[in-house]
């Protein structure tokens, strides 16, 4: 098993038609995951990738039975992509678009209150499960098929952890990066209980940075469930400087508000294994999962 997606997930893609998704189409494609068509208004009727393209995502969803969709929609039309798969009921749309204007954002926000749609992103790099499916722009290379759920607001340290991880021999049920926008959709806190209720899930890896609440919200939660199965968190961005972003729109510090000492602090005691650095993470994860065993 995995969460969000598996064998099952048919996906199509919003703006399917342009160049980077074009290119990530191709291979997600080639990965194998099951993707059914485009959309791309104007456009209906023709073919892309050797898939059929439709004017909208209801008329998508009722052609190729699709139940998943991954936005390309550049930043001033993208919330009016996502709004769309909502309004067609669609359970999980994926957005990598990068830096959509905040408030276009509340209004999605304000829109998936009372639906069953899931929105990860946007600006995130994905979702994925070895050997099963990759949707997003997130690296496959490092991959391997296991037990870890990792769930990320940084992309390069991502591929990071990934890789650190197939290394330990452990592998990963479902990677995924949630985006390092200030208002998005899921959380590392919703993130934290599909993996928890995962039974292929046996340990759950979170990467944080500085910026927002999803640390101390994941850490409320965790501290609630004490779950028997291990977490092992990083938070980049212990020495950022104060009222500077730094990459992604929600990195952003101001006071102790979104600063990564205080991200570990909440954690720590939530009874969350920190790793001091990026190196550690897949070596802490092996110990906790033998300590967790004895």
């Known amino acids: ?50 898939l059929p393209v439709f004017d909208g995502v209801a008329e998508a969803v009722e052609a190729t039975g699709a139940n998943a969709t991954i936005v390309f929609v ?22 990598v678009t990068e830096r959509i204007p905040l408030l276009d954002m509340v209004r999605v926000r304000q829109a998936l209150e009372g639906t069953h749609t899931r929105l990860v992103g946007p600006n995130s790099q994905g979702i994925l499960v070895p050997r099963v499916a990759q949707l997003g722009v997130m690296s496959t290379t490092s991959a391997s098929s296991g037990s870890i759920g990792i769930a990320s607001r940084s992309a390069s340290l991502t591929s990071e952890i990934v890789a650190q991880v197939t290394q330990a021999g452990l592998g990963q049920s479902t990677t995924v990066g949630i985006g390092g926008d200030p208002v998005h959709g899921m959380s590392l806190a919703d993130c934290v209980a599909l993996f928890l209720d995962d039974p292929q899930t046996q340990g759950v890896v979170l990467i ?41 729109a929600g990195a952003f510090t101001s006071g102790d508000a979104g600063a990564a000492a205080r991200k570990i602090d909440v954690l720590a005691a939530a009874g969350v294994r920190i790793a ?18 004895s």
């Open 74 to 95: 550049p930043p001033p039309n993208a919330a009016e992509a996502i709004l769309e798969a909502i309004h067609a009921q669609m359970p999980l749309v994926v957005c």
């Open 1 to 50: 098993m995995a969460i969000l997606v598996g064998p099952e997930t048919r996906v199509i893609c919003q703006g399917m038609t342009g160049r980077a998704a074009s290119f990530h189409v191709a291979r997600m494609i080639d990965y194998g995951t099951k993707v059914v068509g485009g959309v791309r208004p104007g456009k209906g009727g023709t073919k892309h990738l050797d």
């Open 276 to 293: 001091a650095h990026a190196g550690e993470v897949g070596e802490a994860m092996r110990k906790a999962l033998l300590q967790t065993s």
């Open 208 to 248: 944080g940075e500085i910026g927002g609440s999803d640390e101390e919200d994941a850490a409320a939660l965790i501290a609630r469930l004490q779950p028997r199965k291990p977490i092992v968190a990083l938070v980049a961005g212990r020495h950022a400087p104060l009222r500077r972003r730094m990459g992604h």
